[in-house]
C-alpha cells in the first residue's frame, strides 16, 4: 500500500484522475528481457526464443514475458548476453538518447547495468562507454554484466560524479543520468521502497539529483544531449527538477524526449509538478502505471554549441591514439617475476583483485602505494608475446591491436586518459601467461567470439549446451546453427581439459555475427538479472 504521505500528494495533484492513473494491469510489476543488438536483431530473437514474449511499447527491443515460471537467470541466451532481464519500462530511457557509433557516452549511475548495456548495444563497439556506480558493491555487479553482455569499449569506474566531472571536462557526446530517487515506482516491486518512503527520503533524493545533475552537464560537450530519467512520481524529483536545472543552466534547451526516435509512449509531463518555474511539460514524458510501467519520468536535455566530429568507423583520433600510447608506455615500466621463479599460483579472490590493480594502473597511471608488480609468471614481453601467438592462431584480427601487459595480464584497453579516477576495468581483459602458456579469460569470447577461427555450431536443443553451462566443459565459443545461434563449441588449446572459471555460459549470435558465451558470477544470480 503506498504510504499516507504519498497518497495524500498524489490525489491533491491529480484529484479525480488518481485511481484511473494508479490502476496498474496485473497486481504484480511487469517482467521483461531487452535484447542486445551485439548479439541478436529483436525480431531474430522473437522468431527463436523457446519461451512466449510479447513487443514492448518502451523500447524497440524489449519484450514483456508473460510467463511466470520463467527465470531468465538460467537461460543460455541469458549467459550468452542476448538480453538483459529487467521490468519493460526500465529499458525507455536509454535509446531516447540518440547514441550513434564512435560517440563517447557517460553512463552516470549504472549498476546494474541493463542501460549501459543499451548504450553499449547502439555504439556497436565503437567509440567509448564509461559506466560509473558510487557503490562500491554494485558497481562490481555492474562489471560483471558487461562483460557477460560482450561490451568490448566500456570504462567501469566507482567513482563520485563531481570527480570525473573535475577529470573530463565537456569530454562526453552524451551523457544518462538515471538518477538514485525516492522509488515511488517501486512500490510494487520492492516492499522496501514503501517501509523506507517518507516526505524526507524525497527532499534528499531531489538535492542528490541535483548535483548529479550539474556535474553531469560539466561533463557533456557542447552541442551533446543528456537523458534525465527517475522511477518515481515525486514532483521535486521530475518536473521541478528539470526546471530548477534549467535556471540554473541557461546553456541547456529542453528538447522533445522523442527527438531520437520514431515510436512514443507514456503521457506529458504535469503542469502542477515543475514547483512553479516554467517548463514545457509536452516535451517530457511519465510512465503511470495505467500504462504499464513503473514510475519512469524522462527528459531530455541539449547543451549549446556544436557537436563533434566523430571519426571514421574504425579509426582513432590523434588524441585516442595518445591515449593508447600513454597506456602501453606504463605497461613497459611494470617488472615481471624475479629471478626466473614461478609465483604461488593466487586463489581466486587474490587473482580478481590482482587484475583489477594492474588494469586501473594500466589505465591512470600507477599509485605510488602499488606494491612490487612481480606476481606475474613472466615478463611484459614474454606475456604478450604469448598473447600474440595465441591471438594469432584463434583470434588473428586482435593480433596486432594495441595490448597493456601487467606481469602475466593481458588487457586490450580503450582509448581513455590517465585522469586519476577510480578504475575497475578499462576494454577487454584476455588472459594472462600460467604455467607457462597463455589462458584465456572468458570476456575475450564474450566481446570478441564472433572473430574466433574455431567454433562448432550447437542447437539450443543440443544437451551439451547443459554441460556447458554446469562447467563440465572449456574453452567453448558457442553458435547456434538456427537463425538465431548457439555459438560454435570452440576448442581453444586442449578442449576438456580444465574448466573455466565459476562455470561458463553459452553463446548465442546471429550466423553473419556469431555470439558467445559468459562466466556466470557465483552465487549472484539475481543480481545479474533484474536492472530497475
Not at 103 to 132: E, H, I
Not at 447 to 473: H, I, K, M, Q, W
Amino acid at each position: 500500500m503506498p504510504t499516507e504521505y504519498f497518497e495524500r500528494r498524489e490525489r491533491a495533484l491529480l484529484g479525480d484522475r488518481f485511481d484511473a492513473l494508479y490502476a496498474a494491469p496485473q497486481d504484480t510489476a511487469a517482467r521483461g528481457v531487452t535484447v542486445s543488438a551485439l548479439r541478436a536483431a529483436p525480431e531474430q530473437f522473437a522468431a527463436q526464443a523457446d519461451f512466449p514474449v510479447e513487443p514492448s511499447p518502451f523500447c524497440k527491443a524489449g519484450f514483456v514475458v508473460q510467463d511466470p515460471a520463467f527465470k531468465p537467470g538460467r537461460h543460455p541466451y541469458h549467459h550468452a548476453g542476448v538480453f538483459y532481464s529487467q521490468e519493460p519500462s526500465a529499458s525507455s530511457a536509454a535509446p531516447l538518447l540518440g547514441v550513434r557509433p564512435g560517440m563517447r557516452v557517460l553512463d552516470t549511475c549504472a549498476a546494474p547495468g541493463g542501460k549501459s548495456s543499451q548504450l553499449a548495444a547502439a555504439l556497436g563497439g565503437q567509440g567509448l562507454l564509461v559506466s560509473n556506480e558510487f557503490v562500491a558493491a554494485r558497481a562490481e555487479v555492474l562489471r560483471s554484466n558487461l562483460e557477460r553482455m560482450g561490451v568490448p569499449n566500456a570504462v567501469v569506474l566507482n567513482e563520485d560524479t563531481g570527480r570525473i566531472a573535475a577529470a573530463l571536462p565537456e569530454f562526453f557526446d552524451r551523457v544518462l543520468v538515471d538518477a538514485p530517487c525516492s522509488g515511488e515506482g517501486m512500490f510494487r516491486k520492492e516492499a522496501v521502497a514503501v517501509t523506507q518512503h517518507c516526505e524526507a527520503l524525497v527532499k534528499q533524493c531531489a538535492a542528490l539529483g541535483a548535483q548529479i545533475l550539474d556535474n553531469a552537464a560539466a561533463c557533456l560537450a557542447p552541442g551533446g544531449e543528456m537523458i534525465f530519467s527517475t522511477c518515481t512520481f515525486a514532483p521535486e524529483e521530475d518536473e521541478g527538477q528539470v526546471a530548477a536545472f534549467l535556471q540554473r543552466h541557461p546553456e541547456f534547451t529542453l528538447a522533445d524526449v522523442f527527438g531520437n526516435v520514431d515510436y512514443s509512449f507514456g503521457s506529458p509531463g504535469e503542469a502542477n509538478r515543475t514547483g512553479g518555474l516554467p517548463l514545457d511539460v509536452s516535451k517530457v514524458r511519465r510512465i503511470w502505471p495505467c500504462q504499464g510501467g513503473e514510475g519512469h519520468f524522462i527528459a531530455r536535455l541539449v547543451k549549446a554549441g556544436t557537436p563533434r566530429t566523430l571519426p571514421a568507423s574504425g579509426t582513432y583520433t590523434a588524441e585516442e591514439e595518445l591515449w593508447l600510447a600513454a597506456a602501453a608506455e606504463q605497461s613497459k615500466k611494470q617488472k615481471g617475476s624475479k629471478g626466473g621463479k614461478s609465483a604461488k599460483a593466487p586463489d581466486a579472490r587474490s587473482a580478481r583483485r590482482e587484475n583489477s590493480r594492474a588494469l586501473r594502473e594500466a589505465v591512470q597511471g600507477r599509485s605510488a602505494r602499488s606494491r612490487d608488480a612481480g606476481a606475474g609468471e613472466a615478463t611484459p614481453a614474454q606475456s604478450l608475446a604469448a598473447w600474440q601467438e595465441f591471438a594469432r592462431q584463434y583470434f588473428p584480427a586482435l593480433a596486432d591491436r594495441p595490448a597493456v601487459v601487467h606481469g602475466g595480464s593481458v588487457l586490450l584497453p580503450v582509448p581513455f586518459p590517465q585522469a586519476g579516477l577510480h578504475v575497475l576495468r578499462a576494454g577487454v581483459f584476455v588472459g594472462s601467461v600460467k604455467k607457462g602458456r597463455f589462458v584465456p579469460e572468458h570476456h575475450l569470447f564474450t566481446a570478441f567470439g564472433a572473430l574466433c577461427t574455431n567454433r562448432e555450431a550447437l542447437t539450443l536443443a543440443d544437451p551439451r549446451v547443459t554441460e556447458y553451462l554446469s562447467g563440465c566443459r572449456r574453452w567453448l565459443v558457442l553458435r547456434d546453427r538456427g537463425r538465431l545461434p548457439h555459438g560454435r563449441r570452440q576448442g581453444v588449446g586442449r578442449t576438456g581439459q580444465k574448466s573455466l572459471p565459476q562455470g561458463p555460459a553459452a553463446a548465442v549470435n546471429r550466423p553473419e555475427k556469431p555470439v558467445f558465451q559468459h562466466k556466470q558470477a557465483k552465487n549472484t544470480p539475481g543480481a545479474l538479472e533484474r536492472d530497475s
